[in-house]
């Protein structure tokens, strides 16, 4: 399974999201270190709006995202663009 699955799948279970978005960023990124060429899946950002955030600061939601994804980070995720609300707040996206 891609890894952009396989985030999307642990947001969904863990957060319940009513808005979710996980973007494959890896293209942008081409040349960025040597053995980055922009076909593999290093860059992700994450776009999500939950009830589980509310009343949560910023640095707690993204803690809680960066906990659930750490196993995707220690694989080899090189880069992870968080992007987080709770239902009612203003979102850029």
């Not at 399974?1 to 942008?28: A, G």
């Not at 993204?62 to 880069?79: F, Q, S, T, V, Y």
């Amino acid at each position: 399974m891609p890894l952009r699955e396989r985030i999307e799948n642990k947001l969904n279970e863990t957060f319940s999201p009513v808005r979710l978005n996980v973007i494959d960023e890896s293209h942008l990124h081409a040349g960025h270190q040597p053995d980055m060429t922009g076909t593999g899946e290093t860059h992700m950002r994450v776009q999500i709006v939950s009830e589980s955030f509310s009343g949560k600061s910023r640095v707690d939601r993204h803690r809680a995202i960066n906990a659930l994804l750490k196993p995707e980070l220690d694989a080899g995720l090189h880069a992870l663009a968080i992007e987080v609300a709770a239902p009612g707040e203003n979102t850029r996206f």
